[in-house]
């Protein structure tokens, strides 16, 4: 329950109006759960609300109803006391009325119920809890001391019963708060929509930081500001740039980009990378995915961001030219703010530069703070113990203030006898004071050899990198990579984010580096590499040789690099072996006994090799290369090896858990697979003369993703497919030739993905409705005639793409869980009615008129494909239903003969992307209020016109203006409208 007459923020953050509001029983929660929610929403960068005394018997609630209009989010924390407070069920109706009505502005209002010591039927008023409450509160209504009617007391039970059945969290239900919560602020994250970038660790003693940087940007002024913030690595300059950028967000809109470590980026050549992502991330327009040089890239950047005022942080700039690359030497517009992290000061200097950069440096950590942090990661609290005082100031002394080793070094020490404590202060007092790395040596010192050699692999190989197919390998190594994974994280290390790759900061991931050179562990210099190869010494420590693809002179394709097997012989110890483009010589018997993983990437030199006359096959001069034993991940790409080739490199790679192999031309057949094979995951691409699957695929009984794509003579399945119990994602995507899925895939309870786009299969199995974990299902571009009865049985689906499914007249009743929907087909009769589909966000309908007329697909491409038969008209055609679609953010409707719905597009709040083709488009009298895109053509239209960017004042009248003078004029053409702000 919130405080009425004091409303004031809890978080002095910049951005003006709250975006959560916090209703809960102040006796019952305040001092617990709620303050806990309540941080965690504030470190996400959220703007939240919650009073700071509680309401005084006889307080107005007028400002507090004003404070729950501006929110966008509401979270009512249900206690067993909530119902006994008339203000804490003011407040919920007040919740009610704002997420049932749809304003003139469209703003859309959320309600995330939280039962607390509570369950939804008590909240139902299914039970006495909450029920009697009510009943008593009607029975004193008439006292003068109480101030609400019967109409009050209706609208608190109907609130009640609506919030009730509201999905949300139940506490009792989650063993872990701390789990709870983070998935609390997660949903409202997503919810909100914001941009934030994660930020983890403890944000002690950076309060001071924050504010300097907040005055150095003087976000309400004009001008257009530079800020640098220098500091040595490890300081937190990422972590106060995030909290910084995560601030400002909501005051840019959509014009904002962080560009992650581009000092890394940078080193392995990517800058054209960075320059996608900005423009990606600040703009709808595509032209990003067609740059090819950084010269383009900053022309198209200097013309995207000189109209807009943006928000851009750069982090870990390392040469001044690389912020010019990515912000360009043009003017910016007004307002704009350019931040920059750095580790040299001189970087900030560059006389080609518009702008000059007001410069902060980002300093350690001193006294009680230090301290305090040092505290939480070793004693799990904010201050040592009595007699560990003077130790633990001790060694926080020797650590600059460097929050990453104090977190580092704190938590390698929690738990330990202080004889271990005290052994640990000898070595950092050894340690030169500026020193960083060695500091950060000695967590790494204090690892077991397992924990140490899969550190290590992530600071040179994998950072960054998802975690699935490094885990085979650790796990084949017995390495324990489960537990080590653990101890890692633990002693902030590493982080596993949540899409599983693995995450590194990147002053251990120099150290890792420096460490590997020095013990000679791996190698990924090229240089470096062609030294050791030459040398005739024998490199007994060396475990990787590895050049990064990304790094490969792609324009060179006259270098021609050799490796022998003597020199391989060299490396006895050698687990990781990755030379794109090499070619191989010798004969390789037992030259690679310990290797667990092998890439060998020759398909970007085919096309080349063959304009040129080459040899496709000069890179496998080599013999007995590919008896790989003891491989647990191989990677083969470009390799024009036959059948009994393949045929012995699975039976012999006994330990074999993934196989990716692609672009052979001489293979027709799959090898026959043995029963004792470990694969886990087999991908197939681009066999052009692949024809037959062996029915010894069923084998495969540990299988769980299956991948044979772009493999165009294949026409059918093996029934054994059908054995693949594990099997959880299956993918004949671009298998020109294949024209029908054997019954027996309905038997893979376990599948949750199936694509068969690109196909000529022409129809599903009946029996495919028998799936229960199916999630997604992808038929777009094949023959396919109808869709199984059965499909309303799916209690998964959320996707469902049948983009381009030219022969399908109608539809069956569809699962109502889907939230993807495309269909596109000449020869759809009935616009279906697709009301019920109400968790559908993104929704594309088709009758193929747009490919009639070149329109450009939701991929960028101009399709100019015969449209439908004129002969086929609908029987019916209807789309008003549209409207009841709440959660659209991205809708396509093109029908020739149907009127495109218009009134009722206002209600859609979240809707974003809006394209519209077809006949008599009439006039809108409502936009959706968060549009950002707006695309209509007209039949018989094949003109493109561009509006360009309008203020949000102006657009909606300017659309409206240019609409009704093409209604005027019957103008043929088409009108693309971007609402993108400026």
Not at 150 to 170: D, F, H, Q
Not at 378 to 407: E, H, M, W
Not at 627 to 646: C, F, R, S
Request: net charge neutral.
């Amino acid at each position: 329950m919130a405080n009425s007459e004091t409303v004031t923020s809890t978080s002095n953050t910049v951005g003006g109006e709250y975006q959560v509001f916090l209703s809960f029983r102040g006796p019952d929660t305040r001092l617990s759960f709620t303050n806990i929610l309540h941080d965690a929403l504030l470190d996400a960068g959220i703007r939240v609300f919650i009073d700071d005394v509680g309401l005084q018997p006889g307080e107005k609630i007028s400002n507090l109803l004003q404070v729950i209009d501006n929110c966008k989010l509401y979270i009512p924390i249900f206690s067993k006391d909530y119902a006994s407070s008339h203000w804490c069920l003011d407040e919920l109706a007040k919740m009610v009325e704002n997420t049932s009505k749809h304003k003139e502005d469209g703003k859309e209002k959320v309600i995330l119920p939280i039962f607390y010591d509570v369950k939804p039927k008590d909240v139902k008023l299914q039970t006495p809890l909450y029920k009697d409450v009510i009943s008593n509160l009607e029975q004193e209504m008439d006292d003068q001391e109480h101030k609400f009617s019967s109409e009050n007391i209706k609208t608190w039970r109907e609130s009640l019963v609506e919030v009730g059945g509201i999905k949300g969290w139940e506490v009792e239900k989650h063993s872990s708060s701390p789990k709870l919560i983070q998935a609390i602020v997660d949903k409202v994250v997503a919810k909100l929509k914001t941009k934030r970038r994660r930020v983890t660790g403890d944000f002690v003693g950076m309060e001071d930081q924050i504010a300097n940087i907040k005055k150095l940007l003087d976000i309400d002024s004009g001008d257009v500001r530079f800020i640098g913030i220098y500091g040595m690595g490890g300081i937190g300059k990422t972590t106060l740039a995030k909290i910084i950028f995560n601030e400002l967000c909501p005051r840019f809109g959509r014009n904002c980009s962080f560009l992650d470590d581009v000092r890394e980026t940078a080193k392995n050549k990517n800058i054209v990378k960075l320059q996608k992502k900005l423009l990606s991330d600040i703009s709808y327009s595509r032209v990003a995915q067609n740059i090819d040089n950084i010269d383009e890239g900053i022309g198209t950047i200097e013309e995207t961001i000189s109209n807009k005022k943006v928000l851009i942080v750069l982090d870990d700039v390392d040469e001044a030219n690389q912020i010019l690359q990515l912000i360009g030497e043009k003017s910016l517009h007004r307002g704009s703010r350019i931040l920059v992290t750095t580790r040299d000061k001189n970087v900030l200097t560059n006389r080609k530069l518009k702008y000059e950069f007001k410069d902060y440096e980002m300093m350690g950590l001193e006294g009680e703070d230090a301290l305090k942090l040092f505290s939480r990661h070793a004693f799990n609290d904010d201050s040592p113990p009595a007699d560990y005082c003077t130790l633990s100031k001790r060694i926080v002394d020797t650590t600059c203030g460097l929050p990453l080793a104090l977190q580092a070094i704190g938590s390698s020490l929690f738990g330990k006898k202080r004889e271990i404590w005290e052994e640990w202060l000898e070595r950092l007092q050894k340690t030169p004071h500026e020193d960083v790395l060695a500091k950060l040596k000695i967590s790494y010192d204090a690892l077991h050899q397992n924990e140490k050699q899969i550190f290590l692999d992530i600071a040179c190989y994998f950072a960054g990198e998802n975690k699935t197919n490094p885990m085979y390998v650790w796990k084949d190594c017995n390495l324990y990579p489960e537990d080590a994974m653990d101890v890692l994280m633990n002693r902030c290390m590493i982080k596993e984010l949540d899409n599983n790759s693995l995450w590194m900061h990147d002053q251990f991931r120099d150290l890792g580096r420096k460490i590997a050179r020095e013990e000679r562990i791996g190698l990924w210099d090229e240089d470096d590499i062609i030294r050791e190869l030459r040398s005739m010494e024998i490199k007994e420590s060396v475990q990787a040789l590895n050049l990064p693809w990304n790094d490969l002179p792609w324009n060179d394709f006259d270098r021609d690099m050799t490796v022998t097997s003597e020199q391989i012989k060299r490396f006895p110890r050698l687990r990781f072996l990755s030379l794109p483009g090499v070619t191989y010589r010798g004969d390789f018997t037992g030259c690679l006994s310990e290797l667990k993983w092998i890439r060998l990437n020759y398909f970007y030199r085919i096309e080349v090799l063959r304009n040129i006359g080459g040899s496709i096959n000069q890179h496998l001069e080599a013999t007995n290369f590919l008896h790989l034993e003891n491989v647990v991940v191989a990677n083969l790409d470009g390799i024009e090896i036959t059948k009994d080739v393949l045929d012995s490199l699975i039976k012999g790679a006994r330990k074999l858990t993934v196989l990716t192999i692609r672009y052979n031309a001489l293979i027709s057949e799959t090898p026959t697979f043995p029963e004792y094979s470990n694969l886990k995951k087999l991908t197939i691409k681009s066999f052009g003369s692949l024809m037959k699957i062996d029915r010894s695929i069923g084998k495969l009984r540990w299988l769980i993703d299956l991948t044979f794509e772009h493999c165009c003579s294949i026409k059918k399945l093996p029934e054994q497919i059908g054995e693949l119990q594990n099997l959880q994602c299956l993918c004949l995507q671009q298998c020109f030739g294949l024209i029908e899925l054997p019954a027996s895939v309905s038997k893979i309870k376990s599948l949750t993905e199936l694509d068969v786009s690109h196909t000529k299969i022409m129809k599903l199995p009946d029996t495919i409705g028998e799936l229960p974990n199916l999630s997604s299902l992808n038929v777009s571009s094949t023959p396919i005639v109808e869709m199984p009865s059965t499909m309303s049985k799916f209690r998964q689906l959320q996707t469902l793409d049948m983009d381009y499914c030219h022969k399908i007249q109608e539809l069956p009743k569809l699962p109502i869980s889907l939230t993807t929907l495309r269909l596109s087909s000449r020869s759809l009769q009935i616009v279906p009615n697709l009301s019920y589909l109400t968790n559908i966000v993104e929704l594309l309908l088709s009758d193929g008129y747009e490919e009639r007329y070149g329109v450009i697909d939701r991929y960028g491409i101009i399709n100019t494909n015969e449209g439908r038969d004129p002969s086929n008209e609908f029987q019916t055609g209807d789309l008003g239903w549209i409207g009841s679609l709440t959660k659209l953010s991205n809708l396509l409707v093109c029908f020739t003969n149907v009127r495109a719905p218009t009134t009722e597009l206002g209600s859609l709040s979240l809707l974003k992307e809006l394209t519209l083709q077809g006949q008599d488009l009439p006039t809108f009298k409502h936009l959706p209020s968060n549009l950002i895109v707006l695309k209509l053509y007209e039949t018989g239209g094949n003109k493109y016109t561009s509006m360009g960017f309008l203020h949000r004042k102006r657009r909606l009248h300017s659309f409206q203006q240019v609409w009704e003078n093409r209604k005027k004029t019957r103008s043929p053409s088409n009108l693309m409208f971007n609402l993108s702000m400026s």
